[in-house]
């Protein structure tokens, strides 16, 4: 039975958190048609949202992912006449790297497309009540669906130099910046870095790779493209660092504590949600010396490495899979439809 269509904006294989999300949703359920959007959004241009509105109709229910349906306009979406649910990885206005005229910009919009839908799915408890207090989106409306976790065997995590593994595109967002400075303070320590992400931001990945050869961190630092075997990834490593600003959820923090690795992070965003004290340590956005610190903690007591390790999967498993998750979503689809 058809359960509506899901609307997505760009390459449904770009190896990102949200399409990671998309993907894994769609392949968990069948009855749910995968709309492929232009890929500008979240700035659109005329021609794109002439497009859109001619993809998005139909009948039945219609799930849009977040970065299209916050730059979506609301008379576009009225004139749609079909249920319209949104799917919220995280606000747009949050990205990193916005001036206040593009983030408040976003801000309306997303806030005016919010409030013309039946349902509004987040992908972690922190989004939900970011939506409700900020947003005027009613608790009534919202479903948290927190993303699936599949079962990973937990990583050896005996490398001599340890290998601090870095999962995530290169954007603003995830600061490798931030964590190139924290890693000039550990030069007296034995690791290598392994750094694997997508780059929809090219000229952002530039300036990652030139800040790291300026430092003389080339041979220490090795700067990878997405990767399709993650367990592989997971198992080569010995811990896991990434100093994101902000996250929607995290998903790679729940896989890494899955492969049984110690998380060093930040605070931002539902990071707290998704990694419990007892399994790494979180710092706050952008501290370079307090990442340091506590890279160098777990570096240096591999007592303390191991404890965090063992909380980390404990926690890990009891994560929701990717049918529990698809589940939920299906439950909201069908709601609308009524």
Same mark, same amino acid.
């Given at each position: 039975?058809?359960?509506?269509?899901?609307?997505?904006?760009?390459?449904?294989?770009?190896?990102?958190?949200?399409?990671?999300?998309?993907?894994?949703?769609?392949?968990?359920?069948?009855?749910?048609?995968?709309v492929?959007?232009?890929g500008?959004?979240?700035?659109?241009t005329?021609?794109?949202?002439?497009?859109?509105?001619?993809?998005?109709?139909?009948?039945?229910?219609?799930?849009?992912?977040?970065?299209?349906?916050?730059?979506?306009?609301?008379?576009?979406?009225?004139?749609?006449?079909r249920?319209?649910?949104?799917?919220?990885?995280?606000?747009?206005?949050?990205?990193?790297?916005?001036?206040?005229?593009?983030?408040?910009?976003?801000?309306?919009?997303?806030?005016?497309?919010?409030?013309?839908?039946?349902?509004?799915?987040?992908?972690?408890?922190?989004?939900?009540?970011?939506?409700?207090?900020?947003?005027?989106?009613?608790?009534?409306?919202?479903?948290?669906?927190?993303?699936?976790?599949?079962?990973?065997?937990?990583?050896?995590?005996?490398?001599?130099?340890?290998?601090?593994?870095?999962?995530?595109?290169?954007?603003?967002?995830?600061?490798?910046?931030?964590?190139?400075? /924290?890693?000039?303070?550990?030069?007296? &320590?034995?690791?290598? #870095?392994?750094?694997? %992400? $997508?780059? +929809? @931001?090219?000229?952002? !990945?530039?300036?990652?790779?030139?800040?790291?050869?300026?430092?003389?961190?080339?041979?220490?630092i090795?700067?990878?493209?997405?990767?399709?075997?993650?367990?592989?990834?997971?198992?080569?490593?010995?811990?896991?660092?990434?100093?994101?600003?902000?996250?929607?959820?995290?998903?790679?923090? /729940?896989?890494?504590?899955?492969?049984? &690795?110690p998380?060093? #992070?930040?605070?931002? %965003? $539902?990071? +707290? @949600?998704?990694?419990? !004290?007892?399994?790494?340590?979180l710092?706050?956005?952008?501290?370079?010396?307090?990442?340091?610190?506590?890279l160098?903690?777990?570096?240096?007591?591999?007592?303390?490495a191991?404890?965090?390790?063992?909380?980390?999967?404990?926690?890990?498993?009891?994560?929701?899979?990717?049918?529990?998750? /698809?589940?939920?979503?299906?439950?909201? &689809?069908e709601?609308?439809?009524a």
């Open positions: 039975m058809s359960l509506g269509d899901f609307a997505i904006p760009g390459d449904l294989e770009m190896r990102t958190g949200g399409y990671a999300y998309d993907r894994h949703v769609l392949a968990a359920l069948p009855g749910l048609r995968h492929a959007l232009p500008s959004f979240p700035a659109p005329d021609a794109d949202l002439e497009e859109t509105r001619a993809l998005l109709s139909g009948h039945g229910p219609v799930m849009i992912d977040g970065l299209a349906l916050g730059a979506t306009p609301v008379a576009l979406l009225e004139g749609l006449e249920p319209i649910v949104a799917l919220c990885h995280h606000p747009l206005a949050l990205e990193t790297g916005l001036d206040a005229v593009q983030a408040e910009a976003l801000r309306a919009s997303e806030t005016a497309a919010l409030g013309v839908v039946e349902a509004v799915i987040c992908t972690s408890t922190t989004t939900a009540r970011i939506l409700a207090t900020e947003y005027g989106v009613d608790d009534a409306r919202i479903t948290v669906a927190e993303p699936g976790l599949a079962q990973m065997d937990a990583a050896a995590r005996q490398g001599e130099p340890p290998v601090i593994l870095t999962v995530g595109s290169f954007t603003p967002r995830k600061g490798h910046d931030v964590l190139i400075e /924290a890693l000039l303070r550990l030069e007296d &320590l034995p690791w290598q #870095a392994r750094w694997i %992400g $997508a780059r +929809p @931001d090219e000229e952002w !990945a530039a300036r990652i790779e030139a800040r790291v050869a300026e430092v003389g961190l080339t041979d220490r090795a700067i990878e493209g997405a990767a399709t075997d993650m367990a592989a990834v997971y198992a080569g490593a010995d811990l896991f660092c990434l100093p994101s600003h902000y996250e929607g959820y995290g998903m790679v923090f /729940a896989e890494a504590m899955m492969a049984g &690795l998380i060093i #992070a930040c605070a931002g %965003g $539902a990071v +707290p @949600d998704v990694v419990p !004290a007892t399994a790494g340590r710092t706050e956005p952008g501290d370079a010396r307090a990442l340091a610190d506590s160098r903690m777990v570096l240096d007591d591999g007592r303390v191991e404890r965090m390790a063992t909380a980390g999967r404990a926690h890990a498993l009891s994560l929701p899979t990717w049918a529990e998750t /698809a589940a939920r979503i299906a439950d909201v &689809l709601g609308v439809r």
